[in-house]
């Protein structure tokens, strides 16, 4: 989910790389050799605590080197410019919106993990759209926050559903990154596709830039930059983030969230991880799919991206479910529609949002 809010200064036990694959053999005999080292290709938001994947290094005597590519939709257009010299054996964060691209372009080999049970079926995706080649790790809804104390300081009463963002009061109010450079955009523009139908949401999206909406590249500028939150330093009270935000908004000591999500607006969104193809190393490859699936890591997740770990066996930090809320009733778009309509509506959307 490019989606956390700790996107640097995390302490990795993988190195962080910029340039391609590091794996290299240990034993060259044999049809396929033990590398050393995999290289773990992911979008900048990816974040786990340290010594989290040293642990797969002490099952397995295998390395792990993370090296970042963007946000989700540009980790896919990289997996794609570069699938005839991979820059990785294995990629973690492909979400829903983004999969149908990567599997259209064959650049991931047909794996899931071997530990996923009927409990997580549900967010494998159709055949045609991934669900043979990417494992489900990580959801969350998309959706508007909202900063309580800014509109308890103005004395103007909060919006609660897309409708309402279109009116007068929230004018200039509202900040968002772009749907054809970051993957919360996309799917806040998903939302209103699902919202206002396919012959409709180009109007919302006239009325909504009418209103004052500013569109940033990603979701870091929109977060950090221009929304009023408190780990923020902006004037727009309302931005495209993630249901699970707020928690991390909470000073310590507090019990109470200064930001929240509005609920009517969010997007459903699953973040995926799968073996790159070309990858000289297969089977080690699967085997840290396996371990991104892993209680283990799921356990970590929350914290460090601030999403939901899809594992059934995994656990949530305390106090999460006091804070961190899942839409009732999230706007979701089939995804073999996204893929036959993706591109359709992304330059439809940039003709209104950049004209």
């Known amino acids: 989910m490019q989606k956390s809010l700790k996107v640097a200064g995390i302490a990795l036990a993988a190195s962080i790389i910029l340039g391609g694959c590091a794996s290299t053999p240990t034993d060259t005999a044999g049809p396929e050799a033990t590398p050393d080292k995999l290289t773990l290709v992911t979008h900048d938001s990816f974040a786990l605590s340290e010594g989290t994947l040293a642990k797969f290094t002490d099952e397995t005597g295998i390395e792990v080197e993370v090296t970042a590519s ?17 820059l990785g054996d294995v990629v973690f964060g492909i979400d829903n919106t983004f999969a149908s691209r990567a599997v259209e372009n064959d650049v991931l080999e047909d794996y899931t993990s071997k530990d996923l049970t009927d409990a997580e079926a549900g967010y494998l995706l159709p055949a045609a759209s991934g669900g043979e080649q990417l494992t489900p790790i990580d959801n969350g809804d998309v959706c508007v926050n909202v900063d309580h104390e800014w509109f308890a300081d103005k004395g103007i009463a909060e919006p609660a559903t897309l409708n309402d963002l279109l009116k007068p009061e929230y004018k200039d109010l509202l900040v968002t990154s772009a749907a054809n450079s ?4 996309l799917a806040f523009l998903l939302a209103t596709v699902a919202k206002y139908g396919d012959d409709g949401w180009q109007d919302y999206w006239t009325k909504l830039v ?24 902006g004037d727009r009270p309302l931005v495209v983030s993630y249901a699970s935000s707020p928690p991390f908004e909470v000073p ?23 073996v790159i193809a070309g990858t000289e190393y297969p089977t080690a490859a699967k085997k840290l ?16 991206m601030y999403v939901f770990p899809v594992n059934a066996k995994a656990t949530l930090p305390e106090g999460w479910s006091n804070y961190a809320e899942i839409a009732p009733d999230p706007f979701v778009v089939d995804p073999a529609e996204i893929d036959k309509n993706r591109e359709t509506w992304l330059s439809e959307w940039a003709a209104i949002a950049t004209p």
Do not use: H, M
């Open 70 to 86: 963007g946000d989700a939709g540009e980790l896919v257009n990289t997996l794609v410019l570069t699938k005839d010299s991979p």
């Open 182 to 185: 970051s993957s919360p955009g």
């Open 210 to 233: 009418a209103n004052g909406i500013k569109i940033d590249a990603g979701w870091s500028d929109a977060y950090y930059v221009d929304f009023s939150g408190p780990s923020s330093e």
């Open 252 to 274: 310590e000591g507090e019990t109470v969230a200064p930001t929240g999500a509005l609920l009517d607006t969010c997007f459903r969104q699953t973040e995926y991880a799968g």
């Open 289 to 304: 799919v396996d371990f991104l699936f892993s209680v283990e890591v799921q356990n970590d997740i929350p914290e460090n």
